[in-house]
T-cell receptor
Framework: EAQVTQNPRYLITVTGKKLTVTCSQN?????MSWYRQDPGLGLRQIYY???????DKGDVPEGYKVSRKEKRNFPLILESPSPNQTSLYFC?????????????FGPGTRLTVT | AQTVTQSQPEMSVQEAETVTLSCTYD???????LFWYKQPPSRQMILVIR??????QNATENRFSVNFQKAAKSFSLKISDSQLGDAAMYFC?????????????FGKGTKLSVKP
């Protein structure tokens, strides 16, 4: 089954404790990205990757890091989480061949930073 | 920079009736894609319908159709014969061909309630 998986689905942590949210896709997609969803703001892109070892900032990158060492994986790293990073996070992937193709979303990760 | 505006934070429809959700966008690009995503209480993002800007014909997917007015930069979603399972948040999204061609620009969403 074609899918995007994220782990963990729920996470409660404390300020300053480093964490990683994993994302994996099995569709051989070149393009992957991370979004955060906050009430009243819709979804906003954090980082994206056009392919292995190619990453770039989205609209709200502060406080986040990413890496793309393998095509299928795109982890999101919070080096020192703060309460304003409490949010719902989505990973997404798509083909990337010259057109904005449909993005497939993971199930979401609910993060709470206290 | 592109922006997407959904002016209706909440909408309500009677089961079996028709409802239209509004979306406007701003861009200087001539080629782009527009999408409607549905987010039910499960939080999963589900693609409802997609429209390529170069196509004049409005997209349809079963009970879902769009009214795409390129000159007016308007992209509304019509849901016919509404069902209880249609209750969800609906997001309008824009994607261009530019440098970050996969970056979806989302509106803030419209919460749709369906009354039995």
């Amino acid at each position: 089954e074609a899918q995007v998986t994220q782990n963990p689905r729920y996470l409660i942590t404390v300020t300053g404790k480093k964490l990683t949210v994993t994302c994996s896709q099995n569709m051989n997609h070149e393009y992957m990205s991370w979004y955060r969803q906050d009430p009243g703001l819709g979804l906003r892109q954090i980082y994206y990757s056009m392919n292995v070892e190619v990453t770039d900032k989205g609209d709200v990158p502060e406080g986040y890091k990413v890496s793309r060492k393998e095509k299928r994986n795109f982890p999101l790293i919070l080096e020192s989480p703060s309460p304003n990073q409490t949010s719902l996070y989505f990973c997404a992937s798509s083909l990337s061949q010259g057109a904005p193709y449909e993005q497939y979303f993971g199930p979401g990760t609910r993060l709470t930073v206290t | 920079a592109q922006t997407v505006t959904q002016s209706q934070p909440e909408m309500s429809v009677q089961e079996a009736e028709t409802v239209t959700l509004s979306c406007t966008y701003d861009t200087s690009e001539s080629d782009y894609y527009l999408f409607w995503y549905k987010q039910p209480p499960s939080r999963q993002m589900i693609l409802v319908i997609r429209q390529e800007a170069y196509k004049q014909q409005n997209a349809t997917e079963n009970r879902f159709s769009v009214n795409f007015q390129k000159a007016a930069k308007s992209f509304s979603l019509k849901i016919s014969d509404s069902q209880l399972g249609d209750a969800a948040m609906y997001f309008c999204a824009f994607a261009g061909y530019g440098g970050s061609q996969g970056n979806l620009i989302f509106g803030k969403g419209t919460k749709l309630s369906v009354k039995p």
